[in-house]
């Protein structure tokens, strides 16, 4: 297999890393091959909290780069550069942790978009990028689509979204994730549904899947 070409989707939480890098892989698949790409989420990194009681895990920053199992996410990086298979944790925001019995193979690609909030932080993760996407979307249409999501998706009560948007994922994403903006080659504004960035994306991807 020819060299991985991995691409790094961050921005603010609910920004739209998940709806574009999976607009991209659906409108993609089809056309390329299962084999041509795939997606890493940063979040089934997040590290397990099996070891603490329910009431300790509420309090722990998921918006800090501590959060994650960033050396497990590398390990993987190149396990998929050297052709290898991966398993994927699952992790579960209900519990604040990961699934105990579900893993979720990942064969290896020739594109790998890995997308998440806290990936331009760590340098050693940063070397490995070859491409590095930001979406830039305002951050009060992020908070809208976090309470919505959060609400109905991730098992929170308004008041639970509303304390810990201010004790710290607000405050992490002006220390964390805004300045890391700055190692973007690329920046998207108007969100996952931007056609005309999905079309470029989509157009370099075709070009390194057609080279091999
Ligand atoms: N451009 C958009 N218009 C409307 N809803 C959107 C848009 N982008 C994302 N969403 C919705 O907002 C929520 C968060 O988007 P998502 O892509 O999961 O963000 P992220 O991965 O950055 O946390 C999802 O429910 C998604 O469907
Ligand atoms: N147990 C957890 C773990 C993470 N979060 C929040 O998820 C956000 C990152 O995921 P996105 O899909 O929104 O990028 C992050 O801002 C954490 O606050 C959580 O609430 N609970």
Avoid: W
């Avoid at 948007?165 to 964390?176: A, C, D, E, N, S």
Wanted: hydrophobic share 35%.
């Amino acid at each position: 297999m020819n060299h991985l070409t991995i691409i790094a989707v961050v921005g603010a939480s609910a920004s739209g890393k998940s709806l574009f890098a999976k607009t991209i892989y659906n409108e993609l698949i089809g056309e390329l091959g299962q084999d041509s790409m795939t997606i890493i989420n940063e979040d089934s990194y997040y590290k397990c909290q099996d070891h603490l009681p329910f009431e300790e895990r509420i309090k722990t920053n998921y918006d800090h780069p501590s959060a994650f199992e960033h050396d497990l996410l590398k390990q993987h990086l190149t396990q998929l550069s050297q052709g290898q298979m991966i398993h994927v944790p699952v992790y579960d925001y209900k519990r604040h942790t990961r699934s105990k019995e579900e893993v979720v193979p990942v064969k290896p690609a020739r594109v790998v978009l890995v997308e998440g909030i806290m990936l331009f932080t760590c340098p050693e993760l940063r070397k490995r990028f070859d491409i590095n996407i930001y979406m830039d979307t305002p951050l009060d249409i992020c908070l809208l689509r976090r309470i919505k999501r959060d609400l109905q998706e991730r098992g929170r009560d308004f008041s639970s979204v509303h304390d810990q948007y201010h004790l710290t994922v607000r405050p992490m994403y002006f220390q964390y994730i805004e300045p890391s903006r700055n190692y973007a080659d690329i920046v998207i504004t108007r969100g996952g549904r931007n056609r005309r960035a999905l079309e470029l994306i989509k157009a370099k991807i075709r070009e390194l899947v057609k080279e091999n």
